[in-house]
């Protein structure tokens, strides 16, 4: 009760500190004098009366010291004083204190945003609770481990397997023609299939209304009912509740919107946001494989299937009971799943996987950051480093006064803590400028129709990783001067501030550091100059066809329910009208645009009188359906035999063209022209190469020459297909006259993605990759800088501390020269090895970026040709400029210098 | 800084309290010179090297509510500051004097104790 009583008063008392000191200040005052006047009436002299009134007081100081720790909260109180002196030490020599926070910021702020990006694309979870437990389960074979399954295999999964909460399956997000009235035009939204339980599962509460019921789910084309997106719900229908129950047209069929998903669900993809989730028995309203039946095809497989595990399975055991499941799978199924397995797999492990390019270039992006935060660690510890250096006499005085070892220590990591929140909060305002520029590239990266973001965004836990590393970082690199200092010999350290002797394990680590610094910095150019030369040699390569007066827009006929008589028809009258249309060179249809963002379909194939290697059955290759006119209109060169023609029909011998690259994989010493493929397997129907084109660019700018295959329109019927027109002018001139004959033919028609092929693959090509070279670019820069002040740091400190020992040697005959030879081939000698152990960094950084994006063969002898010289150049010169200081020394005020 | 270490002056303090707390007791309102020369004049010269630790023993006196201070005019009309002794304060020194007395007869008799007298 007293020691409560106690707390509060000197809590109470902490506020009054001020009053307090002067109350104390004026009974002290006070009690002197009273005993000054006794004594003088005792008969003192003045003078003496005075003295004995204090002697008799006792140590004023050490009274008011213990009066202080009687009254106040000792702790808060010191610390207080720290943090008082620390500032003033800190602004004691601004410029330094500025230099240590703003290299904190930089290696902060880029490490910050190169992390938020990071987290978008692959550490966030999914926003759905407890997503740890939610695993994707994929069919895989011999060629590729990540595939999705069929709706019946999606069955056998959903009630054959036991180690889940529920297995739910998704269609790809896929354009959703969209009318919220009956006559309304349709508009393009994105929509996704999901089966009924697939909100119950993830434990999605929609906002309003309700999810589906599982029974929504049982049978095909009966329960027309959606749940719409949340911010689709917003900005479409003003977030009115009323919504629930009113019927919109999806593909001109009707359906009841039944639930509005909560804002917490943007849905489980990276970039993607469905306006629209439907259930799975709906698939016949949407586009789904033409050449096969959604609900009864075990090959048509195009759902994505993810599960729910088990409180206490381990995933070990789903995995072993789903590879009894596959078994079973290929035993009663041999001709669809011979060879076939299937996997779990985690979130991160799906993120991860080695064929994701966001992984990739995330694992390289970090590399990076992580190496300019170390170059900012390495500089932050060596100005501390020089600074607890020339402190070495005040740190000897406060020694001597009686501050303790363990406060001295406090006091200075105050100082770094104070630096590191300077540099975490200004690292962090960095990182939020890194994001914000990110998601200014929103519609540069993303050309689609469909409703997506980039998910880029500063998040708390972004911001605490950023905190974290800048403490960590400064208590690291306080740590150390922190301790070396407070062990300073008092009376050295009281002697002589800076001119002491050398301790050469102490030079030695700020050697080291200024190493490290020149090799990561060296490294980092490695890097951006690679990313530069890597894409630029994608561009300078060319695509393989001219890019100009190309017009392309798509059409999906699946959108409308057209059946394959009408698609075709509807092609046929498109293609003939357009051609007729002035400005309209050539025209024609193409299943994907060469680079743009839909996957190729896959074939399985056989080549003829070509030895199959034991592991495999058949080989796959990427294929586009083109009709006749492709090759002449896209301007990709036949190379030998003949381009598709008129003859090629449905009923005629089927027929393909291969590229090079397939040509010269499958039959190197023979003319391809006249062999034929088997699709599938050994058995199965063949197909006769006609002719070889010439390869091109498919998929990216950067990417390795790759087997490709054209089949015929004719004889493949697909209905979704790009129109790509070549125009004597601007393309974008002819988008109105193919609009106005889109609409004669079918006024609901959509045209979807119509671009500018040349807009297109600015923004593919060099908008998108300009971002990572820029940022990578960036973080060379910010290198380079903070190696050059740590450089600059190190060999001016050098000078400062060697100023008479130069003055010396001049006095006893050192020229400039030797002494400029002195000191800049001191800090040359660490600029060599620095260079030389950045060149093996380089080197390694080359090897993982050529293996992981660019192909590339060799060495990149160029780029060192470029980067070294700059190095060397500017590192010299940072060292230079201290030592032609130090060389314009005059000897008579260097032997004076303290 | 953390506290020194004890000095004959600091194991006085408890018994300091006391004298002060008496000191008030006996002669109503004083200020600090006055309480530091009537301990002088009773305890001998016991405090005559450090009248100033007194102050702190004030002050955490005043914190525990058992003497109150306020602003006075001193004999030679300075400003001094007068402590005077609370309720709780007369109450906390009849128990702590009970409390001394109690084992000062304890300590006196284990005084006169005589090997005789433990057999």
Redesign the interface.
Known sequence: MKSLRRFFSRLFSFTRRRAQEARLREEIAGHIALQTEDNLRAGMPAVEARRQAFLKFGGVESIKEDFRAERGLVFVDNLIQDIRIAGRMLLKSPGLSALIVMTLALGVGVTTGTFSMLDALIFRPYPVPHPGNVVTLVSTTRNSSHEDFSYREFLDLRDKTGSYDGVIANSTMDAVSFAAEPHASPRVKGGMLVSGNYFRVLGVEPRIGRGFRDDEDQVPGRDAVVVLGPAFWKHEFAANPSVIGRTVRLNGTEFTVIGIAPESFPGMLIFGIPDFYMPLAMAGVFPTDPQKSFFEDRADRELAVRARIRPGVRQEQAQSELDVLARNFEREFPDLNRGRGAAIHTQFEMRTRDDDMNWKFGVIFVVLALSVLLVACTNVAGLLLSRARARTREIAVRLAIGAGRLRLIRLLLTESLILALLGGLAGAAIGYGIVAWFQTFQNVVLMTDLPVAIPFRMDTRALFVSLALSVMSAILCGMVPALQSSRTDLVNGLKAAEIDVPGRKRLWGRNALVVAQVATSLMLLTAAFLMMRGFEHGILDGIGFPKNNLLVTTFDPRLLQYNTTQTKQFYKLLLDRVRETPGIVNATLSQNVPLGEDDYTALSFVPDGFAMPPDHVNFKSAIDVVDEHYFPTIGIPILRGRGFSRTDTAESPRVAIVNQHFANHYWPHDDAVGKRIRLDNRSGEPIEIVGVAQTIKYQLTTERPMDFLYLPLAQHHVPRMTLLLRSTGDPLQMVPPVKEIVRTLDSNLPMLQTWSYEDFYVNKAIKGPGIAIKLVGAMGAIGLLLAVAGLYGVVAYNVSRRTREIGVRMAIGAGRADVLRLILGKGLALVGIGTAIGLLMGLAVERLMKSMIFDIAGVDVLVYALVVPLLLLVTTFAAYLPARRAARIAPTQALRYE | ????PKTKADVLQGTLALMVLKTLDVLGPL???GI??RIEQISGDVL??????L??VL??LE???SISSEWGA???N????FYELTRAGRKQLQAEAQDWEQTAAIIARFFQLKKEDCT
């Open positions: 800084m953390t506290n020194p200020h600090g010179y530091a020369r005559a090297v450090n009248q100033g630790t102050y702190p002050l955490k914190q525990e509510g001193s004999e030679n300075r400003r001094a500051r």
